[in-house]
């Protein structure tokens, strides 16, 4: 695909229920970061990889927050025991390389939009 | 611990006006900064970096260590540039840390 693809685009889900959010990057990004959106706040800090494994998820809230990137691509956000507070938009980003490197630039996804109830 | 800080939520302007979006910045190590926009219904993108020193749609940014700011600058604002706009910081763990964010509103 052209960019970033966020699956769903929009979940409503009841308080204690398991939700999975899908991202597919930009084909050949090594990085790929999952960010947290709440109303009228800048995008949070979740967790990121660097191929498979992830390098940095010190931004997961609690262990109820869990992402994997099996085959280095595809990665799934799942969260457990859903929340009220859990309700925001959830955005995931690719890169080429990690910031570190000479691009450094995220590619965004239009991101899915959590709601419990 | 790093942190980025947008002091305003808001900020309008009229047409032609001149912008100035504020960003401060906290970090013990060497920054990396970077300026994003959101357009209405459109997703997030980069709009410039400071390493790059570019101008961009007629935005320029300039990094000053001293005062720990990243300051993005329009000397004449067009209605097409009415979006969210966010600071951030890149650490040493490769992570990018954004601001709360600014919403520029530009009117005829």
């Known amino acids: 695909g052209a960019g970033v693809s966020q699956t769903p685009s929009n979940k409503v889900t009841e308080k204690g229920k398991y939700v999975e959010l899908r991202c597919d990057p930009i084909?050949?990004?090594?990085?790929l970061y999952w960010y947290r959106q709440s109303l009228g706040q800048g995008p949070e800090f979740l967790i990121y990889?660097?191929?498979?494994?992830?390098?940095?998820d010190s931004g997961l809230p609690n262990d109820r927050f869990f992402a994997v990137r099996p085959e280095g691509s595809v990665s799934t956000l799942k969260i457990q025991r859903t929340e009220r507070g859990d309700s925001a938009v959830y955005l995931c980003a690719s890169s080429h390389s990690i910031m570190g490197g000479d691009t450094g630039e995220l590619f965004f996804g239009e991101g899915s939009r959590l709601t419990v109830l | 611990a790093q942190r980025v800080t947008q002091p305003e939520k808001l900020l309008s302007v009229f047409k032609g006006a001149p912008v100035e979006l504020k960003c401060n910045y906290s970090y013990s190590g060497s920054p990396e900064l970077f300026w994003y926009v959101q357009y209405s219904r459109q997703r997030l993108q980069l709009l410039l970096r400071h390493i790059s020193r570019e101008s961009i749609k007629g935005f320029t940014a300039d990094l000053n260590k001293g005062e720990t700011s990243f300051h993005l600058k329009k000397p004449f604002a067009q209605e097409e540039d009415s979006a969210m706009y966010y600071c951030?910081?890149?650490?040493?763990?490769?992570?990018?840390?954004f601001g709360t964010g600014t919403r520029l509103q530009v009117f005829p």
């Open positions: 084909s050949g990004h090594t990085a």
């Open positions: 990889f660097q191929g498979t494994g992830a390098a940095d």
């Open positions: 951030a910081l890149s650490d040493d763990t490769d992570k990018l840390i």
